[in-house]
């Protein structure tokens, strides 16, 4: 089993930013895919960005050049360095994982992008 615990959101105006954190706990070892996912409200969720254990980022099209993924291995640590935020990044965000062919989810944490 792997619990994953995000933290970092919150309230930020347009052209801000935030750093979030997702830590990755339990009896594994190095995980291979994380990532972050959100869902605003009414909509699907969509994947943000992901990382490999090597360091091979994937990024949506709506963030790239705005928005950095990095993990510390070490640690089983996933971030997200979020930049230049605008009003449609409101949503909540997932921290997901890959381990053993499953996935994982936090439980999100909301980042409300407004004057």
């Known amino acids: 089993q792997v619990q994953l615990v995000e933290s970092g959101g919150g309230l930020v105006q347009p052209g801000g930013s935030l750093r979030l954190s997702c830590a990755a706990s339990?009896?594994?070892?190095?995980?291979?895919?994380m990532g972050w996912y959100r869902q605003a409200p009414g909509k699907e969720r969509d994947l943000v960005a992901h990382i490999t254990s090597g360091g091979t980022t994937n990024y949506a099209d709506s963030i790239k050049g705005r928005f950095t993924i990095s993990r510390d291995n070490a640690n089983n640590t996933v971030y997200l360095q979020m930049n230049s935020l605008k009003s449609e990044d409101t949503a909540v965000y997932y921290c997901n994982c890959v381990y053993v062919g499953n996935n994982y989810w936090g439980k999100g944490t909301l980042v409300t992008v407004s004057s």
């Open positions: 339990g009896s594994m070892l190095r995980i291979s895919v």
